[in-house]
Nanobody, 128 residues
Framework: VQLEESGGGSVQTGGSLRLSCAAS????????MGWFRQSPGKERKGVAL???????TYADSVKGRFNISRDNAKNILYLQMDNLKPEDTDLYHCAAETGICWGLTMDWSGRITDIAAWGQGTQVTVSS
């Protein structure tokens, strides 16, 4: 499977963005999928995960503000980001792991080559 993110941009504090991750080469509903944030040279942080049964997990910092969802018919993963804060600024990547969420967790620090796919990222910038 290949992943391509879109939807990033620059907004002011309190604004909203919806990120999309288009999957190609396979059906997305076979994968645990998630959003991570990581700028070059910086630590990776989990944002949200959605398992193949629809179970979702969020980082504490985004609970109540972000919503992860998937459209299996269109093979697209979404991240609705509301009430954005300057500390949300980062490069956001989508990731996929074959089957249920096992290795791919909120604190996953493994190699990108250990999972099925990792997107190039879309930049989110929130100004105060």
């Amino acid at each position: 499977v290949q992943l391509e993110e879109s939807g990033g941009g620059s907004v002011q504090t309190g604004g909203s963005l919806r990120l999309s991750c288009a999957a190609s080469g396979d059906t997305a509903n076979r994968y645990c999928m998630g959003w991570f944030r990581q700028s070059p040279g910086k630590e990776r942080k989990g944002v949200a995960l959605i398992d193949i049964d629809g179970t979702t997990t969020y980082a504490d910092s985004v609970k109540g503000r972000f919503n992860i969802s998937r459209d299996n018919a269109k093979n697209i993963l979404y991240l609705q980001m509301d009430n954005l804060k300057p500390e949300d600024t980062d490069l956001y990547h989508c990731a996929a792991e074959t089957g249920i969420c096992w290795g791919l967790t909120m604190d996953w620090s493994g190699r990108i080559t250990d999972i099925a796919a990792w997107g190039q990222g879309t930049q989110v910038t929130v100004s105060s």
